[in-house]
């Protein structure tokens, strides 16, 4: 192991390639939803549901050679947290990759190349920003489904952290990113419908939604609005409601990347005293909801929120926790690393270490 890490060091070192800096895109796809958006209220259900979660963490160091990824997940159920790799950066037998960088040598512990395509990172001209971390990651992630369906039981609700399928799009035609990101979401969608099978209920969180346009780009107005202030607006709230909101579902029909999905919006109470809230959208294959009917659907979509709420946390409770300790796990992993990289000399730009 010290050799490797030494040796990439090493590698790291040497010369920075020029190379273009291309930031991938969130893919503008417009979709067609229902003129009229169902709003109401969540009553919270009789019904309790069993929930488990993931969360893949990544975190970047840039270096002049290229950016350097670190990745780590977090599957939790009621009874225990399953992490990947661990603190301490060592070598699995078993996994996938948890560390990556922009390097010619192939070394045991490092991924220097696309998951899927296949192709070394210094050999693509048009390698973009990210691509390490979310290539590494999203495949953490399909990892953690392949785990879960070892692991949880039939009925448990697994909450994931993130949409459906990413939409991370690069702005060259045809380039390697593009067919590498269709690959990962092929697995990622494969492995949902096998947990599927399994009596497994996949549900996607997406928390990160303050820039979405979804429903913005689905209407047509203006691209100056987020769905967020589209819903405050629409909603016309002077406070918070005492109970939690759902807006929607509606169906995102399917393209050739992407499956058909349900989406909708919900509008959480988290600390009634101050009067705030948090708004995450929940995704999830419209084969979920074939199989639960839209009146158990609309159940589980409160549970989900309750479940925030009632802890006071920003998103569903277990998701919260599988979400800390993701970080944590990267966070100390990608420290180690940095001190490594700073003792044999090699700069650290924009800071060091930026966790997502």
Not at 69 to 92: H, K, M, N, Q
Not at 184 to 212: A, Q, Y
Not at 340 to 349: A, F, I, Y
Request: aromatic residues 6%; hydrophobic residues 40%; proline residues 7%.
């Amino acid at each position: 192991m010290k050799d490797s890490i030494s040796r990439l060091v090493a590698e790291l070192a040497r010369p920075a390639r020029f190379r273009p800096r291309y930031k991938l895109l969130e893919d503008e796809t417009r979709y067609t939803i229902p003129e009229e958006l169902r709003r109401e209220s969540l009553k919270k259900p009789s019904k309790r549901y069993v929930f488990a979660a993931l969360d893949a963490a990544a975190a970047t160091l840039h270096v002049p050679a290229g950016e350097v990824s670190v990745v780590a997940g977090a599957l939790c159920d009621v009874r225990s947290a399953y992490l990947y790799p661990g603190t301490g950066i060592v070598a699995r037998v078993n996994g996938p990759p948890f560390l990556g960088a922009p390097i010619e040598e192939d070394l045991s512990l490092v991924s220097n190349r696309y998951v899927k395509v296949g192709l070394k990172y210094v050999n693509d001209p048009d390698l973009p920003e990210g691509a390490l971390s979310h290539d590494l990651r999203i495949h953490m992630e399909t990892y953690l489904l392949s785990v879960a369906k070892e692991r949880l039981g039939s009925g448990t609700v697994l909450l994931i952290d993130g949409p459906v399928t990413y939409p991370y799009t690069h702005p060259v035609e045809g380039s390697v990113w593009n067919a590498e990101l269709g690959g990962l979401n092929e697995d990622r969608v494969t492995m949902m419908g096998n947990l599927i099978e399994e009596g497994i209920i996949p549900v996607c969180v997406v928390k990160r939604v303050w820039r979405s346009k979804h429903l913005i780009r689905a209407l047509g107005l203006s691209e100056l609005l987020t769905d967020v202030k589209m819903i405050m607006n629409a909603l016309g709230l002077s406070g918070v409601p005492d109970k939690p909101l759902v807006i929607g579902p509606w169906e995102v029909s399917g393209s050739t990347n992407t499956p058909p999905r349900v989406m909708a919006y919900v509008l959480t109470p988290v600390a009634m005293p101050v009067r705030l809230y948090t708004i995450f959208r929940i995704e999830v294959l419209k084969a979920v909801q074939e199989l639960l009917g839209e009146g158990r659907f609309l159940e589980l979509v409160a549970a989900i929120s309750y479940s925030a709420s009632s802890y006071g946390t920003y998103v569903p409770h277990r998701l919260h926790v599988a979400d800390a300790l993701s970080k944590e796990v990267v966070t100390k992993n990608a420290s180690m690393l940095e001190a490594m990289l700073r003792l044999k000399g090699v700069p650290l730009l924009y800071g060091g270490v930026t966790v997502e």
